[in-house]
């Protein structure tokens, strides 16, 4: 025999064994058990024959009691477990349940003052955070609402009709569309084309008309699309003027002009070519306004300005800036200004960028508007040396800023600075400035 049978010989019985062993421990575990049981009961069967109450056998209770309160103690660690488990589930699920709430750790005096400071970015995260700073919040988003999308603006007023109220702000028109140029492309390129596929013009109607508060409204008439067009083309459509690979239109429909409400504050209308006496009309029923900014308007004469002398806009009026470049050897602008200005009691700032223009009537008359604090100019080639010497006449401006287009010279400055005593500010362009210029400046 060899070594390796004998050896595993001796493993199986070695097995045997143990597992010989194991059946007679567990046998002897049973007769025990039995033994045990039928011991009890003849104890208790004696017990109760002999009249013998619990009170007599202490140590049998007390091994009884503990056992049990074992059991109780296990039920209860378990039951513990459970509601623990339920608790960490059932806190993370009230959050969004609709259960009353404590009071907030801020004030809502606090919050909304702290929503007032923050930029319309910051605010779209703050409006996260809670429903006090969302409440806070939401007046000061819908102020002025950050989305360029008006569509989707327009079903959120449509399905809460108050968010309509808090709009105080709007600029339409300055996000990018083909509107103008959506009939020269075929459907496949119009797919991939960037900005709104909507219908603009209505979606700005309804707009308008859902904001009834409405302080501060900015429309551009002047869509701009790349594309490349023809000049066939462009002298096939009204109000289309034409750059090198760019369409430019400038036409406002009618009925867009007539939803503009007569709550503004601050109106500006840019780039808009035609429907000037509807664009005087919009201007004439805002009695409130402070802020007017006529911002490249086609026809500056067609919009008869001079009539704003018999309406209240003429007292509570602010601002005015006015940016007219085309070139007209035969107009000047400056009569219309100088029979409107003289009868603005509340103008403090006023900008005039146009081309023109001629010296007088302009700067006699406006040597005479004292109220006028803050003046902006340029861009007028037909204004002489002597004209602009007429500034240090009127003795109130705090403010002065000139552009290109000027013929300015040391003369000049020190005339309005020694006719000014109270003026604090004095910008000059970089184009206007020569080698010498500086040299006598420093």
């Known amino acids: 025999m060899s070594v390796r049978s004998h050896v595993n010989m001796t493993l199986d019985v070695g097995t045997a064994v143990n597992r010989r062993a194991s059946k007679i421990k567990?046998?002897?575990?049973?007769?025990?058990?039995?033994?045990?049981?039928?011991?009890?009961?003849n104890r208790r069967n004696q017990s109760s024959s002999a009249g013998i109450t619990e009170l007599e056998l202490p140590g049998e209770k007390d091994r009884h009691t503990s056992l049990v309160e074992?059991?109780?103690?296990?039920?209860?660690?378990?039951?513990?477990?459970?509601?623990?488990?339920?608790?960490?589930?059932h806190k993370r699920t009230?959050?969004?349940?609709?259960?009353?709430?404590?009071?907030?750790?801020?004030?809502?005096?606090?919050?909304?003052?702290?929503?007032?400071?923050?930029?319309?970015?910051?605010?779209?995260?703050?409006?996260?955070?809670?429903?006090?700073?969302?409440?806070?919040?939401?007046?000061?988003?819908?102020?002025r609402p950050l989305s360029r999308r008006f569509d989707r603006l327009l079903r959120t007023v449509e399905k809460s009709p108050y968010k309509g109220d808090l709009?105080?702000?709007?600029?339409?028109?300055?996000?990018?569309?083909?509107?103008?140029?959506?009939?020269?492309?075929?459907?496949?390129?119009?797919?991939?084309?960037?900005?709104?596929?909507?219908?603009?013009?209505?979606v700005y109607k309804?707009?308008?008309?859902?904001?009834?508060?409405?302080q501060q409204l900015i429309y551009q008439g002047w869509l701009q699309w790349t594309?490349?067009?023809?000049?066939?083309?462009?002298?096939?459509?009204?109000y289309v003027m034409t750059i090198p690979?760019?369409?430019?239109?400038?036409?406002?429909?009618?009925?867009?002009?007539?939803?503009?409400?007569?709550?503004?504050k601050h109106l500006q209308f840019r780039r808009i070519y035609g429907r000037y006496h509807n664009l005087f009309q919009v201007i004439s029923r805002n009695d409130h306004l402070e802020s007017l900014n006529l911002y490249e308007i086609g026809d500056l004469d067609s919009l008869h300005l001079e009539q704003l002398v018999d309406l209240p806009i003429a007292q509570n009026l602010k601002y005015l800036r006015i940016r007219h470049l085309p070139f007209h050897a035969e107009a000047n602008h400056g009569g219309v200004l100088s029979k409107i200005l003289p009868h603005m009691p509340s103008l403090e700032n006023f900008v005039l960028e146009i081309t023109a223009m001629e010296n007088e009537p302009f700067f006699s008359t406006f040597a005479t508007c004292k109220q006028i604090k803050n003046f902006k100019f340029g861009y007028c080639e037909r204004v002489t040396e002597e004209g602009l010497m007429k500034l240090g006449r009127h003795g109130e401006l705090r403010n002065v800023e000139f552009m290109p287009?000027?013929?300015?010279?040391?003369?000049?400055?020190?005339?309005?600075?020694?006719?000014?005593?109270?003026?604090?500010?004095?910008?000059?362009?970089?184009?206007?400035?020569?080698?010498?210029?500086?040299?006598?400046?420093s």
């Open 26 to 41: 567990s046998l002897i575990k049973r007769s025990w058990v039995i033994v045990t049981c039928k011991t009890n009961s």
């Open 70 to 89: 074992r059991v109780n103690d296990v039920r209860t660690s378990v039951t513990i477990h459970r509601k623990s488990i339920s608790g960490v589930f």
């Open 94 to 143: 009230s959050a969004s349940l609709d259960l009353p709430r404590g009071d907030p750790s801020l004030p809502p005096e606090l919050i909304e003052k702290i929503a007032s400071y923050l930029p319309q970015h910051d605010l779209v995260k703050f409006s996260r955070v809670s429903r006090d700073a969302y409440t806070a919040a939401e007046r000061h988003l819908y102020r």
């Open 167 to 202: 709009i105080l702000e709007l600029a339409l028109g300055f996000e990018t569309d083909f509107y103008s140029v959506k009939y020269l492309l075929p459907s496949t390129v119009l797919i991939l084309c960037r900005g709104p596929n909507y219908d603009r013009e209505k």
């Open 206 to 214: 309804a707009l308008l008309s859902h904001t009834p508060n409405l």
């Open 227 to 238: 594309v490349s067009v023809t000049q066939p083309f462009a002298a096939r459509h009204a």
């Open 245 to 264: 690979t760019r369409v430019q239109t400038g036409a406002v429909p009618l009925d867009l002009l007539e939803q503009i409400p007569s709550s503004l």
């Open 405 to 441: 287009g000027l013929h300015l010279n040391i003369e000049i400055l020190r005339a309005i600075v020694n006719g000014n005593e109270k003026l604090k500010v004095l910008l000059l362009p970089r184009e206007s400035i020569s080698g010498e210029f500086q040299k006598e400046l």
